[in-house]
């Protein structure tokens, strides 16, 4: 590519909107363009970026016995009724109408899309396990969308969807998935960490989230250098506040700020061991706007109650009665008319953040009996045995395992892996005959990776005071061909033009810097674009049939005769 019949865009200010330095970067090196909030034009170098993370990405998933597929972004509404979150899943899912004035959306992630094709393609468990993927366009009305394609509504995820007949089949897959992400994540040179996590509204019990360690992630993350534990704080805090929020709440007139770390102030304030807390908690739906929702979901769980009950409250529908013997025990607590609660039952996943905003408002909200009572939503299966772990990360210092201290570190969500049971195939009948030929509803497990969202990561990690500094695998060059006052010297232009066509040749991606610009302005505009290897061509060194090296990521520099340059790159 020649620089002059390039789409360069490099800028030179930073841009006044741009929070964070991957933003500020991507716009400065002329990656992206911003169309409307949340909405990015990827120009040439950051398309080029965008297919080298997509195809590491494709690689290591057809490695891992993945299959390629294409699904449509727009997805009638009647799946989304089948499954329950025509209802369920909040202003995020931009619905829209065809001129017949059917109902659509424009898909957020794909879970109904592929159930229709398994349940219609599948009939027999000799096709299975299958894991089929695609690298396509999301569309998510986030709330508050910034950090460019950090938190952007419309960005590119690769999402794939397995279907087993057996959970240690799904765990199997579960297990190669966790690995592929792991090969994808170390291959783009990224500082990364798995971690437990919450299943948010899409569902399941078992999930882990692969974090990038960076200062302006979203997420905190507890994790220890010398252990394999490590999980997602926003999951830790809402497990302590389940011990913490009742007896605190009593004393509480109102919470000032709706956030997570509201509940370890007030474990502070009111100086409450959380070993010594009455467990008892209300589950309950939040509105979209995160307020308390009318058809709450309400649950107490007292200190008598065993996590089988809480699991099997779980299977409850809501208006339902609840199915364990706590109702009398709820009255007991409230002490007003059951009534008012509404519905009660559980099963409605929501994103914990949004839970705990809302439970802040719950208890602001002072009840009828001067009792305040806190809410959470639950997105996961109270039961699993991390939970008991993981509120030795709110407590302190040693990790759940033995080894070594955790700390606390900002991450930003690159990945996220999902064992998601039967929860689709059941609502929306995703079955085959099993060996014995009866029908049997598949168990399924998804995995999504943020494609766009990881081009901001690597350069969260990846840059300093010039600009990017790409690791090998994401570069949207291999190499910049630069040479200098090429207009004024013949035999300057005669060898860059060379060793253009020489590299492009060997297979390497190179940008040829051939504008009528000063050294200057070029240099500084490679380092800002953070190409790994530049080859300058001077006059100086013609003498010696040699060039000038300089790599990116280390500042060398070196001189090389222009014979041995392809060889050096290798
Ligand atoms: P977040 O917690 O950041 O909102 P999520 O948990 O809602 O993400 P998932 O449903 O787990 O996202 O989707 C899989 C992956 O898609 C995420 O791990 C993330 O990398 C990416 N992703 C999700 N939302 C966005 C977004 N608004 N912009 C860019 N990438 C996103
Ligand atoms: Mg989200
Ligand atoms: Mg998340
Ligand atoms: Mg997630």
């Known amino acids: 590519m020649r620089t002059s019949q390039y789409l360069l865009g490099t800028v030179k200010e930073t841009p006044a909107d741009a929070e964070v330095i991957s933003h500020q970067l991507m716009l400065r090196a002329g990656m992206v363009r911003k169309v409307a909030s949340g909405l990015y034009t990827w120009t040439p170098t950051g398309l080029r970026v965008l297919r080298k993370v997509e195809q590491v990405v494709r690689e290591e998933m057809e490695k891992a016995g993945a299959i390629e597929i294409l699904m449509p972004m727009v997805q009638p509404a009647d799946l989304w009724e089948e499954s329950g979150r025509w209802e369920d899943y909040g202003p995020e899912l931009l619905r829209l109408k065809d001129r017949h004035q059917r109902d659509f959306v ?100 078992v999930s882990h989230e692969f974090h990038v360690l960076a200062g302006s992630g979203e997420d905190d993350i507890a994790f220890s250098d010398d252990s394999d534990y490590a999980a997602n704080v926003e999951l830790a805090e809402a497990i302590a506040s389940l011990d913490a929020a009742p007896a605190a709440a009593r004393n509480l007139e109102k919470v000032a700020t709706p956030n997570a770390k509201t509940i370890t102030a007030l474990v502070e304030q009111f100086n409450l061991p959380i070993e010594q807390t009455v467990k008892t908690l209300i589950v309950h739906a939040a509105d979209d706007d995160g307020k308390p929702s009318k058809d709450l979901v309400a649950l107490i769980i007292r200190g008598d109650h065993t996590l089988n009950d809480i699991k099997a409250a779980k299977h409850s ?40 905003a809302c439970l802040a408002d719950f208890a602001a909200g002072a009840n009828e009996d001067g009792f305040h009572y806190f809410g ?6 109270l039961a699993l045995p991390e939970i008991a772990d993981l509120r030795n990360v709110v407590a302190g210092d040693p990790s759940p395992d033995g080894k070594g201290t955790l700390g606390i570190a900002r991450g930003i969500e690159v990945g996220h892996i999902f064992q998601l049971g039967t929860k689709y195939s059941d609502a929306m009948k995703v079955g085959v005959l099993n060996e014995d030929g009866k029908h049997q509803n598949l168990i399924m497990g998804c995995y999504g990776i943020g494609i766009s969202r990881i081009v901001a990561a690597a350069i969260e990690q990846n840059h300093d005071q010039y600009g990017i500094k790409w690791p090998a695998s994401m570069a ?79 500042g060398e520099k070196e001189t090389l005769k222009i014979e041995a340059v392809i060889e050096f790159l290798r």
């Open 106 to 205: 424009l898909g957020p992630t794909h879970e109904e899309v592929i159930s229709e094709l398994v349940r219609k393609e599948i009939s027999s468990y000799k096709q299975l396990p299958m894991n089929l993927f695609q690298i396509q366009t999301k569309f998510r009305d986030e709330i508050r969308p910034r950090f460019g394609v950090m938190r952007s509504r419309e960005f590119i995820m690769k999402d794939a969807y397995s279907f087993h007949t057996t959970q240690a089949s799904l765990e199997a897959t579960y297990q190669a998935m966790y690995q592929a992400y792991c090969n994808i994540f170390t291959r783009l040179g990224l500082d990364f960490r798995p971690v437990i996590a919450d299943t948010g509204s899409i569902g399941g019990s």
């Open 317 to 356: 529908k809501v208006g339902s009665p609840l199915q364990f013997a706590s109702d009398e025990k709820i009255r007991e607590v409230i002490g007003a008319s059951p009534g008012s609660l509404g519905p009660v039952g559980l099963g409605i996943p929501c994103i914990v953040d949004r839970s705990v």
């Open 376 to 381: 959470i939503n639950w997105g996961r299966d």
């Open 476 to 554: 949207p060059f291999d190499v910049v061909v630069l040479p200098m006052n090429m207009h004024k010297s013949a035999r300057v232009q005669e060898v860059a033009e060379q060793l253009y066509a020489d590299l492009r040749a060997a297979g390497f991606d190179v940008l040829f810097d051939d504008r009528k610009e000063r050294p200057g302005v070029m240099f500084a505009d490679m380092e800002l674009v953070g190409i790994p290897h530049t080859i300058v061509i001077g006059e100086r060194n013609l003498d010696e049939k040699a060039v000038e090296y300089k790599n990116r990521r280390t």
